[in-house]
């Protein structure tokens, strides 16, 4: 069962992204925030306030599950997070006060600390939260932090500009909002490595989600410089979508102009776009079945290491998507990881197994010199010999030559015994 939005907007503090409030960052980030977003498709009607919200940790992890296949939500992390937004004083649990009485089938009473109401807002800066932007964002399956990149965005596209300069900038596009901050700020407001936050944005604008061209203004100093101003979908309504592609509809195409000729140039590279997806599909399931132990325990060393090498490209061309963003990177990464930790492992067992026999081999080759020394030796004390030669003493000799193959049978089947025990 999915469950949707049970309000079409909110308005949440535009403080929280400011580094003096840090709201942001003490309730958990990215994460923490598309955790509260997802509280209200838990929300109860007809209450004294209208962010009220009853579910427990078992549901909220079914509900992102259906539209977030990110494998970070599990029920211990989703605990930690809902306690971040509890300490950042953001939520709070109305029924139950300690954490071990709860489990992920407990019933939570849970209400925003302090919430914006829900309405028109005067004298005060906030972030207008359209949910249906954000079922939009799902369909299209953007991850989680997407949703804290807008709202960082709209939060600058909102407020005014507060210098000469920059008011230059935006005084031709005012009344759409424009965002002008740089990725550099982007990433250490949001806590995204800044790679990351530049494929998010030409993820954004490849799906016509955002705008971002170029524009040029004049600086105080009389200079022109050239920066990317961004203009965020606010709606994801028919309408909202409408409007938003009559302004920017001939800029997108441009865009998209320029994001396919560097798809272009990357296919160039020697990896297709539908290699890389495909390579994407196939290691989608993380994790071997018990039949491919099995069989993984009857590979030959060389069939492994053509495994191996076949897995280390397969992410090589994973990750040459170009629209993969880091998250994407390092999800395909440690699942190759888990596809080669077996083979590795049966790597280092054959590995072993040949360096044995090849010890073994050693000594048994030494060994056959040294019998065959003996059995010279005897030829000659059979003859017999010159009479200032000491005839050698065959009963030694041949006892001798006992011991050796005691010697060499014992260690053989030692080297074995140590084989088996690997295995």
């Not at 925030?33 to 992890?61: A, C, M, P, W």
């Not at 004083?89 to 300690?98: E, P, Y």
């Not at 971002?212 to 105080?220: E, N």
Request: contains cysteine; positive net charge.
């Amino acid at each position: 069962m999915k469950f949707k939005y049970a309000i079409p907007y909110i308005n949440i503090r535009s403080e929280w992204f400011d580094k003096d409030d840090n709201t942001y960052e003490k309730m958990g980030k990215y994460r923490s925030l598309f955790l509260y977003f997802q509280l209200y498709r838990f929300r109860i009607y007809n209450q004294e306030s209208d962010h009220i919200f009853v579910t427990s940790i078992g549901l909220l992890k079914q509900s992102i599950n259906k539209y977030c296949n990110d494998r970070y939500y599990t029920i211990p992390n989703i605990t930690n997070l809902l306690k971040s937004l509890v300490a950042a004083n953001v939520i709070r649990i109305d029924n139950i006060k300690r954490w071990d009485r709860i489990d992920k089938n407990t019933c939570l009473v849970i209400e925003a600390v302090n919430p914006l109401p829900v309405g028109k807002i005067e004298n005060q800066y906030f972030i207008k939260i359209n949910f249906n932007l954000f079922d939009l964002y799902h369909e299209r399956k953007l991850s989680d932090a997407y949703f804290a990149l807008y709202c960082l965005i709209a939060k600058y596209s909102n407020n005014p500009p507060k210098t000469a300069a920059k008011a230059q900038m935006t005084k031709l596009d005012s009344s759409q909002g424009s965002c002008y901050m740089k990725i550099e700020t982007m990433s250490d407001v949001l806590g995204i490595d800044k790679n990351t936050i530049n494929r998010m944005i030409w993820r954004l604008n490849s799906e016509r989600l955002m705008c971002s061209p170029k524009k040029k203004f004049k600086t105080i100093e009389g200079y022109y410089k050239e920066v990317y101003q961004h203009y965020i979908l606010k709606r994801g309504d028919p309408e909202g979508k409408a409007t938003f592609e009559k302004e920017f509809g001939d800029e997108m195409d441009k865009i998209k102009f320029h994001l396919d000729a560097r798809q272009k140039r990357k296919q160039k590279k020697g990896v297709s776009k539908s290699e890389a997806v495909q390579s994407k599909k196939i290691i989608d399931n993380v994790f071997y079945d018990e039949d491919d132990y099995k069989q993984i325990a009857t590979l030959d060393i060389k069939r492994v290491r053509e495994l191996i090498r076949f897995w280390d490209e397969e992410l090589r061309k994973a990750n040459n998507i170009p629209e993969i963003d880091e998250m994407t990177a390092e999800s395909n990464r440690k699942a190759i990881e888990q596809k080669k930790k077996p083979l590795l492992k049966r790597l280092e067992v054959l590995e072993h197994d040949e360096e044995v026999k090849r010890k073994l081999g050693i000594d048994i080759h030494k060994q056959k010199q040294q019998k065959q020394k003996n059995e010279n030796l005897i030829d000659i004390a059979s003859i017999g010999v010159e009479d200032d030669y000491d005839k050698p003493n065959l009963d030694e000799l041949r006892q001798q030559m006992k011991e050796v193959e005691k010697e060499t049978t014992r260690k053989r089947e030692q080297d074995f015994r140590d084989v088996e025990d690997i295995f």
